[in-house]
């Protein structure tokens, strides 16, 4: 279990505001963080990854405690075993591919576990390419594969996919649920693509002005039931062909009749009644 009680003042989107996140996540699974921009998500990633103190808090993962500001503990970045992969890939741009993952193992390489990644990432032909010789999604397969061979108890996903194209995004979400089942690490993942959010995160803390709204399964944070004791669920068109579409809500895929208007990456409220499951 992953615990996480955390104080901090800030100057968000919407003025001064408390930072205030008390939650237990579940090991081995992928947790998202979604919010507006400028409410908090990326201060508690760098809470969490001791880049930014808190005024006050508690952070235990894995039995080992990181931080608890009562009994002055504080482990440093270096001391906590995370990876943490950034929109903006931030690589070392006069290093290999090979020599990027190498400097993320510190003094003690694992020899096998390069190796592996670079097979499983599809980058062994590209092992002596600069960074700047690559495409946008070989540098975040390169971002993903440096921070899992500090094999790390956590790994932090800042918007890891969203400076990508649509069909990149979605082959490497594929690639990072196999990762995941792989490795069985436990992740945290800041997303504002609901879709995204449905096709990776088995559960979400939806997060605005600093403050929990909501934690719970995608369904339950993104659903909501009708008068009628209907539920609908939020989802996304993820593509559109002749005259059906296909939406992703609650980890699953839907088809429908495609309404004018409409384009792929649109937010859609389903009704069970008016939609036929295909996955």
Same mark, same amino acid.
């Given at each position: 279990?992953?615990?996480?009680?955390? %104080? $901090?003042?800030?100057?968000?989107?919407?003025g001064?505001?408390?930072?205030?996140?008390?939650?237990?996540?579940p090991?081995?699974? =992928?947790?998202?963080l979604?919010?507006?921009?400028?409410?908090?998500?990326t201060?508690?990633?760098?809470?969490i @990854?001791?880049?930014t103190?808190p005024?006050?808090?508690? =952070?235990?993962?894995? /039995?080992?405690?990181?931080?608890?500001?009562?009994?002055?503990?504080?482990?440093p970045?270096?001391?906590r075993?995370?990876?943490?992969?950034?929109?903006?890939y931030?690589?070392?741009?006069?290093?290999?591919?090979?020599?990027?993952? %190498?400097?993320?193992?510190s003094?003690?390489?694992?020899?096998?576990?390069?190796?592996h990644?670079?097979?499983?990432?599809?980058?062994?032909?590209? @092992? /002596?390419?600069?960074?700047?010789t690559?495409?946008?999604g070989? $540098?975040?397969?390169?971002?993903?594969? %440096?921070?899992l061979?500090r094999?790390?108890?956590?790994?932090?996903?800042?918007?890891?996919?969203?400076?990508?194209d649509?069909?990149?995004?979605?082959?490497?979400?594929q690639?990072?649920?196999?990762?995941?089942k792989?490795y069985?690490?436990?992740?945290?993942?800041v997303?504002?693509?609901?879709?995204?959010?449905y096709?990776?995160a088995?559960?979400? =803390?939806?997060i605005?002005?600093?403050?929990?709204?909501?934690?719970? %399964?995608?369904?339950?944070?993104?659903?909501?039931?009708t008068?009628?004791g209907?539920? /609908?669920?939020?989802?996304?068109?993820?593509? =559109?062909?002749?005259e059906?579409m296909?939406?992703?809500?609650?980890?699953?895929?839907?088809?429908?009749?495609?309404?004018?208007?409409?384009?792929?990456?649109?937010?859609?409220?389903?009704?069970? @009644?008016?939609?036929?499951k295909?996955?």
């Amino acid at each position: 279990m992953i615990s996480i009680s955390i %104080r $901090k003042k800030l100057n968000m989107a919407g003025g001064p505001a408390d930072l205030v996140v008390d939650a237990e996540l579940p090991l081995q699974n =992928i947790t998202a963080l979604y919010g507006p921009s400028g409410s908090g998500k990326t201060s508690l990633l760098k809470i969490i @990854a001791g880049l930014t103190q808190p005024d006050e808090g508690f =952070i235990q993962v894995n /039995n080992e405690v990181w931080l608890d500001t009562k009994n002055k503990i504080n482990l440093p970045p270096q001391k906590r075993n995370i990876g943490f992969v950034f929109q903006d890939y931030a690589l070392f741009p006069n290093m290999t591919v090979e020599g990027n993952l %190498r400097y993320a193992c510190s003094k003690n390489v694992d020899e096998e576990l390069v190796k592996h990644l670079l097979v499983v990432t599809g980058l062994t032909a590209f @092992a /002596n390419h600069k960074p700047a010789t690559l495409s946008g999604g070989q $540098k975040q397969r390169v971002a993903l594969a %440096r921070a899992l061979v500090r094999k790390p108890s956590l790994l932090l996903l800042d918007e890891p996919l969203s400076a990508l194209d649509n069909e990149t995004r979605l082959q490497l979400q594929q690639e990072l649920l196999q990762f995941q089942k792989e490795y069985k690490f436990s992740a945290l993942l800041v997303s504002h693509d609901i879709a995204e959010i449905y096709q990776l995160a088995k559960s979400v =803390i939806s997060i605005d002005g600093g403050k929990v709204l909501k934690v719970g %399964r995608p369904a339950e944070v993104f659903g909501f039931a009708t008068n009628a004791g209907q539920i /609908n669920l939020i989802g996304q068109i993820v593509s =559109i062909d002749n005259e059906m579409m296909e939406v992703l809500a609650d980890q699953r895929l839907y088809q429908l009749k495609y309404v004018e208007g409409l384009s792929v990456g649109d937010k859609v409220c389903l009704a069970f @009644a008016d939609v036929k499951k295909i996955g």
